[in-house]
């Protein structure tokens, strides 16, 4: 069984096209039939949301008498996430090919390399490794800078920055895959799951393993390739283990799940597996939080910066998410009238589900997770030492 | 049929909060909360009048799927 990271030694740098297909013989030929091996293989995505591939392409590839659009997303604007980066600058012929197969499956007219404008080796990596390409295959790519904005990730932002020139979510209905880039339905594909695509094409199942970054209180931080059976702890313990005791781990990123580090240790890093729980990989970011940095500073910080992300196009989620942010730095700074954490409750349900992208959802969710899991400390936010959050 | 608000399109005018306070309530930033449920039959004039009466058009009524 192959991985993802195989291969040459990362600190190289990129595989080129000649070491790849000696590694993993050339891109199989495939076409639409290609779909039904993917839903067989149960592919999620890797970009957060965890959706079955196999959905996506189907209704795409429905819709698209030849004039549909992949886009291969690269923006990876989760502040602690590297894992796509990390693959874009050393395995970037994975990701094409991943790139073209989809192309071929739902007969794309186009295919965008939409990634992120200050991950500029993974820019550079991508682009060589394009060069490589056969010319049919350089003709059908354009790319597109994702602006470093938390926002640009999703699915209807990619689609508007490459219509417009403006990385904001629309409205959806209609999602991208039924009507995107110039009203074509549009594949937008993260690009892990793109890579595992290429894997799949030639061994007929994903790999079993995730990338994750491992972030905050650990000695070595940064991007892991895992088996799903690999536990918390032991993805920490490559990681170099703790830098010091551990109070809690926050699952999935920024819009992911606070969990007590004792709690936390013994869970498989396994997206079905913690689903059975109620909690998701997402982004594939474990974040440790060391004992000695306040949650509550942590979370105000985290809600402040998410506020800041909003692309202020829906009055909820621009006023709401403020609100609740100024009302968690009260909080942290115990500037607090103690009718704040009512205010919090009441303004979490308000602002749920009122914006046109999940922005708002994916933060109310951070901060309930964040009320749930450390309630003496919101109630009491007592001996604290104060972190810059 | 129930109402639905486009989130980009709404500025919070509070219009369809003093047309129709059967469904509609505004936040605390003025930005209406719309009840979720099939709208009964005889506040469905009074919907179409909120819906006609919104100045940025970001208020409609639609009907449920399936």
Redesign the interface.
């Known amino acids: 069984v192959t991985q993802l990271l195989a291969g040459r030694d990362l600190a190289l740098g990129a595989e080129a096209l000649a070491e790849h297909v000696r590694r993993l013989g050339p891109l199989p030929v495939a076409g639409p039939s290609f779909i039904e091996v993917l839903e067989r293989s149960g592919l999620k995505g890797r970009g957060g949301a965890a959706y079955p591939a196999g959905i996506k392409w189907r209704s795409v590839a429905a819709q698209s008498n030849g004039a549909a659009v992949v886009i291969v997303n690269g923006a990876e604007g989760e502040p602690r996430s590297f894992k796509d980066r990390l693959l874009m600058t050393t395995r970037p012929h994975l990701i094409l090919d991943g790139a073209f197969l989809a192309a071929k499956a739902v007969r794309a007219k186009q295919v965008v390399l939409y990634i992120g404008e200050d991950h500029r080796a993974a820019q550079d990596s991508m682009a060589r490794a394009l060069a490589e390409r056969t010319n049919e295959e350089r003709k059908l790519v354009r790319t597109a800078a994702a602006p470093a904005r938390y926002v640009a990730g999703a699915s209807s932002a990619a689609v508007h920055l490459v219509d417009a020139g403006i990385a904001t979510p629309t409205t959806t209905p209609p999602s991208a895959h039924q009507r995107g880039v110039d009203g074509a339905p549009t594949l937008v594909q993260n690009v892990e799951t793109l890579a595992q695509v290429a894997l799949i094409a030639r061994t007929g199942s994903p790999t079993g393993t995730h990338l994750v970054t491992v972030a905050g209180g650990v000695l070595r931080p940064g991007v892991l390739e895992i088996q799903s059976q690999t536990t918390i702890a032991e993805a920490v313990e490559l990681a170099g283990g703790p830098s010091e005791s551990p109070e809690a781990v926050l699952l999935g990123g920024y819009f992911g799940t606070w969990i007590r580090a004792a709690n936390a240790w013994g869970l498989p890093v396994d997206d079905d597996a913690l689903r059975a729980r109620g909690l998701s990989l997402g982004c594939g970011v474990i974040g440790v939080l060391p004992g000695s940095r306040c949650v509550v500073c942590e979370v105000a910080g985290i809600m402040r910066y998410l506020a800041s992300e909003s692309s202020a196009q829906c009055g909820p989620c621009f006023f709401g998410l403020r609100a609740l942010a100024d009302a968690c730095t009260r909080i942290a700074e115990r500037d607090t009238d103690h009718l704040d954490l009512q205010r919090l409750q009441r303004w979490s349900a308000e602002v749920s589900g009122r914006g046109a992208c999940h922005h708002p959802d994916g933060a109310v969710m951070f901060l309930q997770s964040a009320l749930t899991t450390f309630p003496d400390e919101f109630a009491g936010h007592r001996a604290h030492m104060r972190r810059s959050a | 049929m129930r109402l639905v ?4 399109k ?3 005018h509070g219009q369809c909060a003093e047309l129709l306070p059967e469904l509609i309530r505004l ?5 209406p ?1 719309v009840a979720q449920a099939e709208i009964p039959d005889h506040l469905v004039p009074l919907a179409r009048r909120a819906v006609s009466g919104c100045p940025l058009l970001a208020l409609a009524l639609q009907r449920r799927a399936g």
């Open positions: 608000v486009d989130r980009i709404c500025d919070g936040d605390d930033w003025g930005y909360i």
